[in-house]
């Protein structure tokens, strides 16, 4: 497991660093990759909730999100040019981050509507139908909601691509060093680690969780310091620097037992076989079910 993560986990940094720090193609890359992230998600999802019983239009709503969140990131990759003109300062930029985020919401919910009832019209079983058309709503808006909040940092933010290699990577530390810390506490400390909810994820120990706060902690400040002396990225205090690697990591590990919970009410150890040695997108995303949200929360109060 750990020697295929150690392989996985680089490979995706390296595609991040290609949307993030080439920019003017990178944009169209990162637009399909989320599209097709939503997809592989929400199938992931939907045939995890067929085990239990909430049956949906599981490939449909796949196809359908990937579609529609490439289509409008496609779009917005196209134009960013004149949508980034409007901002004059950076309280402008942030505030078009939230307004691209309710708009694609609001996309969403309306396609999302308008597929439902077509659904239920061209469905023979009227009742089954309508179960499936509600069950693909509820599904659509699990998936989507994250990968919509990282896509607006991403393209209308004050702080752009780099801002979002900032949350991904402090998040995503959070999973490593809890990984790291929990596997060698586990293994050479007398008796093992110490559990955090075993009823929810086994393996989820305080010596890991400490550890991934750390190493959150130690990324924001390196962060903090690659920023101030090149002048780009987050223009925000030390202590905020501080303040933010602890918000995440917190995020990150309760989006991680949010998708424990959600796999043991389903029955499933991973949520796809997509990446060898880390499963599913769904394993790999879960980090940001929180954190896309936070960190807006984030920005406000350092007013970056």
């Not at 939503?38 to 067929?50: N, V």
């Not at 509820?138 to 991403?154: D, H, K, N, Q, T």
């Amino acid at each position: 497991m750990f020697k295929y993560r150690a392989i996985s986990f680089p490979l995706l940094i390296a595609f991040l660093a290609v949307m993030v720090f080439y920019p003017q193609w990178g944009k169209y890359l990162f637009s399909v990759a989320a599209g097709a992230a939503l997809g592989m998600l929400l199938y992931e999802m939907g045939t995890m909730l067929q085990k239990i019983g909430l049956d949906s239009f599981v490939k449909e709503t796949a196809i359908i999100g990937a579609i529609f969140l490439t289509s409008l990131l496609l779009g917005f990759a196209f134009f960013q040019e004149s949508i980034n003109s409007i901002c004059e300062t950076g309280q402008d930029c942030a505030k078009s981050g939230i307004e691209l985020c309710f708009l694609l919401a609001l996309l969403a919910f309306l396609a999302m509507i308008f597929i439902g009832w077509i659904m239920l019209l061209l469905g023979k079983d009227k009742l089954n139908a309508l179960k499936r058309t509600i069950n693909s709503a509820g599904l659509f808006w699990l998936g989507v909601i994250p990968i919509v909040a990282l896509s607006g940092l991403y393209f209308v933010d004050s702080i752009g691509p780099v801002g979002l290699f900032f949350v991904i990577m402090v998040t995503k530390s959070m999973d490593t060093g809890g990984y790291i810390a929990g596997m060698l506490t586990g293994k050479y400390l007398p008796g093992g680690n110490h559990k955090i909810v075993p009823s929810i994820s086994p393996k989820k120990s305080w010596e890991g969780a400490i550890g991934g706060l750390l190493l959150s902690i130690g990324v924001s400040l390196l962060f903090f310091e690659a920023f101030r002396q090149y002048r780009v990225g987050i223009d925000a205090s030390l202590s905020w620097y501080i303040f933010c690697g602890i918000i995440l990591a917190i995020g990150s590990f309760a989006g991680d037992l949010t998708e424990s919970a959600f796999k043991r009410a389903c029955g499933v150890k991973d949520s796809g076989h997509w990446i060898p040695g880390m499963g599913g997108v769904f394993d790999v995303l879960d980090s940001f079910i929180y954190n896309g949200v936070l960190f807006w929360l984030m920005k406000n109060i350092g007013q970056v």
